[in-house]
């Protein structure tokens, strides 16, 4: 059963930073991209941030680049989302998401990503 578990949000300041991490199982999570999205209310889901299943070839949404950095660690099964100088149209609830298909690029939209997972907030306040 695939699962993908998101943590790290919470409630923070503007200019302040937070590490999300998504721990993913029952797939081959190593020959997977790996992707985040967030949706705040009231808008669609969009594209923040993929990584390439060997770690290298991060993307980034304008929104987030120079602020964020995706990385991976394939021993763990995990992914992170590192975001600095966060301000408060960050605010979202933030979701990790994979393609089914290995060694498969979707790219940005998030038609090309099967497993979800229940999403975490991230609140910052002004």
């Known amino acids: 059963q695939v699962q993908l578990v998101e943590s790290g949000g919470g409630l923070v300041q503007a200019g302040g930073s937070l590490r999300l991490s998504c721990a993913a199982s029952?797939?081959?999570?190593?020959?997977?991209?790996m992707a985040w999205f967030r949706q705040a209310p009231g808008k669609e889901r969009e594209f923040v941030a993929a990584?390439?299943?060997?770690?290298?070839?991060?993307r980034y949404s304008d929104s987030v680049k120079g602020r964020s950095t995706i990385s991976r660690d394939n021993a763990k099964n995990t992914v992170y989302l590192q975001m600095n100088n966060l301000k408060p149209e960050d605010t979202a609830v933030y979701y990790c998401?994979?393609?089914?298909?290995?060694?498969?690029?979707?790219?940005?939209?998030?038609?090309?990503?099967?497993?979800w997972g229940q999403g975490t907030q991230v609140t910052v306040s002004s």
């Open positions: 029952g797939f081959a999570f190593s020959t997977l991209v």
């Open positions: 990584i390439g299943w060997s770690g290298v070839n991060g």
């Open positions: 998401a994979a393609p089914k298909s290995p060694f498969f690029n979707p790219g940005v939209e998030r038609g090309g990503y099967d497993y």
